[in-house]
């Protein structure tokens, strides 16, 4: 079957403009989550979902950062009025089941935001 | 709060040496431990996983860790490395809010 995707791969955008990036996670899996990575950093955890239902957004920097799961599927990651700091490769994770920490989270390619 | 420290951020090793990738936690409760591998333009992919089961674990491609509560580790290590062995390779450590908490990583090249 196939992996967690997400899309696009690559964005470049300007400062001040919003970005959408989206995460497509395996099929059934429950739980849902978005992890930040600079350069030379390992992955910061931004927020998950259990279904739906956004559980914990501790993680999301500001309130430019917002996500969603709206039909327990497919999840967005949007970023309203985007600086230069924002740049960073987002990475999506999705799991099985919910409610286990040692659950084996499956990690999609990335999308590498560059804000110019 | 839990926190992960891996030790050299570049490890170059040769073709059919031992690989160690060193990695020490820290965490409130008993923790759940990860290595993850990055390999280029790819997502990261879970190498093995401790969960209390057994303090040694074996991987996937050769690799094992082992869990020491006294030295707060879990070092990485393959007795023989191989070229395709060359990759980034993160530590993570999950409690009970299961979310992860990565290291910085470490990038290893293989020298033939």
């Known amino acids: 079957g196939a992996g967690v995707s997400q899309s696009p791969r690559y964005k470049v955008t300007k400062r001040g403009q919003d970005v959408a990036l989206r995460c497509d996670p395996i099929?059934?899996?429950?739980?849902l989550y978005w992890y930040r990575q600079a350069l030379g950093q390992g992955p910061e955890f931004l927020t998950y979902f259990n279904y739906e239902a956004q559980q914990d957004k501790s993680g999301l920097p500001n309130d430019r950062f917002s996500a969603e799961r709206p039909e327990g599927s497919i999840s967005t990651l949007t970023i309203q009025r985007t600086e230069q700091r924002d740049s960073a490769m987002y990475r999506c994770?999705?799991?099985?089941?919910?409610?286990?920490?040692?659950?084996?989270?499956?990690f999609g390619p990335g999308t590498r935001l560059t804000v110019l | 709060a839990q926190s992960v420290t891996q030790l050299g951020s570049h490890v170059s090793v040769s073709e059919g040496a031992l690989v160690l990738l060193r990695c020490n936690y820290s965490?409130?409760?008993?923790?759940?431990l990860f290595w993850y591998v990055q390999y280029p333009n790819q997502g990261l992919q879970l190498l093995l996983k401790y969960t209390s089961a057994a303090t040694l674990v074996k991987g996937i491609n050769g690799f094992e860790a082992e869990f020491k509560k006294s030295e707060t580790s879990f070092h990485l290590t393959k007795p023989s490395a191989h070229m395709s062995d060359a990759a980034e390779y993160f530590c993570?450590?999950?409690?009970?809010?299961?979310?992860?908490?990565f290291g910085a990583g470490t990038t290893v090249t293989v020298r033939a």
């Open positions: 099929s059934g899996h429950v739980s």
């Open positions: 993570a450590v999950s409690e009970k809010d299961y979310k992860l908490s």
């Open positions: 965490s409130s409760v008993p923790p759940y």
């Open positions: 994770a999705s799991s099985a089941t919910a409610g286990v920490s040692y659950n084996e989270q499956f």
